[in-house]
């Protein structure tokens, strides 16, 4: 499978225009996206009221609540109300009921309003609107609902046909919405304060639904110019350039260096056995020749990957091999389908469920039979639709392909702009480009959060910082005691280190001070910050910021209870805001079954 480019100049042009329409016709919301200094910031949604979409800075979506007769709570008309929108937003429609949800498909049917989002709270309900609006995304609202496992909800949403995922304050943290993500979920949050803002932004949500359209858009613009709020999922192309492609070999040392999945080929032996190779035939990468779904599995293990050069070969991997070493691992699997043979999908399904590893797996595939035959069989599993088209495919063309499958678009990376991204983002769209094939093009995919890249060079990014880790510190009362503040910065490859960082305060009373030598003291009461840290290698440099975290006053000459200026290193947590420590702890109840490399949550 390759990888998807983003071209400098092409994302300069991004950059300079605050808002952009998409071309598909009258049809296509002119989605808006704030000009800040986060290169893909979440959308923000709101809540419809008259004249929301006229303002300066309107939402990107807008949540409707229409009734079996399409009457909104405060009595306006749907029609009306979309017409009120005037394309200046995707409308969310939002239903409580079967009669509600009748009525809104065959409203979108005839209407042909085709760049929405149908939602709800009830899985039945999103079913049931997809099954007749199969070219519009599904949104399955889980506030107020009590989550066991992620992959929970991960099956339910994808059995139900909803690709995008709101969650409530107290259920999103960086761990859970993390691990949705690189299973290609979207994860939108709800936010009613500026703590929870801060924290579904720093979460990396893709969307936020905000109690304050303006007011959100005004925090995002505290975000320094380079930030990262999204850190992009790593996919290891066949496993690593620097071993033998599609090997167990390559998918450990692709693993070691930090890739968040691993791609691979599959076909199907004649005795029902999943093989790992790029082609069909043996001849191009292997000791052998002959088409592999015309052998046994035995017959094609008599052969190996040729390494050449006098180097020693490989043995050929078989699927299994690759779910029983990893199994329990952080790693996620890019089945890649390349077989057309129908009898494949069975198959793998067979072997998901034997060796247990449904919550690691993801099947992407160029061919959409074989992904429709995956949604069907295996509903609960994400997939991804494999594009290798012209540019200049846009956020509604881009739906039209993947919404009916509930597939994620991943393209060639030389047929993607940021702002192709930033519109399908509005529409709950990830883009998953491939193949990358030179550091300079990965590192500018990297440091504008693209949603997942694919690359033969997964140790490229190995010591990149991913992730800036501290929690509720006290500061001395005093000049001559002050210290830095310090959190422990991760790398994608699994590294802690201490580091020095800067603050964004977001709320509280609290006055941070600063000495002559730059060091921190305060004065009375409580303020709730964002810690930030400027990373900067020979190739990359961005922002990253730390979870909302509360400070506190130490008085001076007390004993030091750790913190971030301490040398105890991590801060220890004392209370703090109640409303912060809600958001943050409270994503207990997401909790992981993997262990965790990048510093979340095990």
Not at 62 to 72: H, T
Request: charged content about 20%; aromatic content about 8%.
């Amino acid at each position: 499978m390759k990888k998807l480019l983003l071209s400098v100049a092409a994302l300069a042009l991004c950059f300079a225009a605050p808002a952009f329409s998409v071309s598909a016709g009258a049809a296509s919301a002119d989605a808006y996206v704030k000009d800040c200094g986060v290169a893909l910031p979440p959308v923000i949604a709101a809540e419809y009221s008259a004249g929301v979409a006229d303002a300066g800075e309107p939402p990107a979506d807008v949540f409707l609540y229409p009734d079996a007769q399409l009457k909104l709570p405060d009595g306006t008309d749907l029609a009306a109300a979309l017409a009120e929108l005037d394309e200046k937003a995707v409308p969310v429609l939002y239903v409580f009921d079967q009669s509600a949800a009748d009525a809104v498909s065959a409203y979108v049917e005839s209407a042909a309003l085709d760049d929405c989002i149908v939602a709800s709270d009830s899985p039945e309900l999103v079913a049931s609107m997809r099954a007749s609006c199969t070219e519009v995304q599904g949104l399955l609202d889980f506030r107020g609902k009590e989550i066991g496992e992620l992959v929970d909800v991960r099956n339910t949403a994808n059995s139900s046909d909803a690709k995008i995922v709101l969650l409530g304050a107290g259920q999103i943290s960086y761990d859970s919405v993390r691990w949705l993500q690189e299973r290609l979920m979207t994860v939108w949050g709800a936010a009613e304060t500026d703590e929870e803002f801060f924290a579904a932004a720093v979460a990396g949500c893709n969307g936020i639904l905000a109690s304050d359209v303006q007011n959100a858009y005004d925090l995002l613009a505290m975000f320094d110019e380079g930030s990262l709020l999204h850190l992009p999922m790593v996919v290891g192309h066949r496993g690593i350039y620097s071993e033998k492609q599609n090997t167990l070999a390559a998918a450990k040392l692709a693993y070691e260096a930090g890739a968040d999945a691993v791609e691979c080929d599959i076909y199907l032996t004649t005795d029902g056995e999943i093989v790992i190779n790029h082609d069909a035939l043996l001849d191009n990468t292997t000791t052998g020749t002959g088409n592999i779904e015309e052998m046994t599995l035995e017959e094609v293990l008599q052969y190996e990957v040729d390494v050449g050069g006098g180097g020693v070969n490989r043995p050929i991997a078989t699927l299994r091999e690759f779910f029983e070493e990893f199994k329990g691992t952080e790693l996620v699997h890019f089945v890649e389908i390349k077989s057309s043979r129908p009898e494949i999908v069975p198959a793998l399904k067979a072997l998901i469920d034997e060796c247990g590893v449904s919550d690691q797996v993801v099947v992407i595939s160029f061919l959409e039979d074989q992904l429709a035959r995956v949604h069907e069989q295996m509903p609960e599993l994400s997939v991804g639709y494999l594009f290798n088209t012209a540019s200049g495919t846009d956020a509604l063309e881009a739906n039209q392909s993947v919404a009916p499958i509930n597939a994620t678009y991943n393209p060639g990376y030389n047929f993607v702009t940021l702002e192709q991204v930033r519109g399908m983002a509005a529409r709950g769209i990830t883009v998953w480009p491939w193949t990358y094939p030179n550091t300079s093009d990965y590192d500018t995919a990297y440091t504008n959060g693209i949603n997942g890249i694919t690359t033969d060079y997964a140790d490229r990014s190995s010591s990149y910082a991913v992730r800036l880790e501290t929690s509720d510190f006290t500061l001395p009362n005093s000049d001559a005691e002050a210290a830095d503040l310090t959190a422990t910065l991760v790398t994608q490859k699994g590294e802690r280190t201490e580091v020095v960082c800067e603050y964004i305060q977001i709320s509280g009373t609290m006055t941070l001070l600063q000495n002559a030598e730059g060091k921190y003291y305060a004065g009375h009461g409580t303020a709730v910050v964002l810690l930030k840290y400027r990373f900067v290698s020979d190739s990359a440099a961005y922002t990253l910021y730390s979870d909302p975290v509360t400070v506190s006053v130490r008085e001076a000459g007390s004993a030091d209870t750790g913190g971030c200026n301490s040398s105890l290193g991590a801060a220890s947590v004392l209370g703090g805001a109640a409303a912060v420590s809600a958001v943050i702890i409270a994503a207990v109840l997401l909790r992981r079954r993997l262990p965790c490399r990048h510093g979340r949550a095990k």
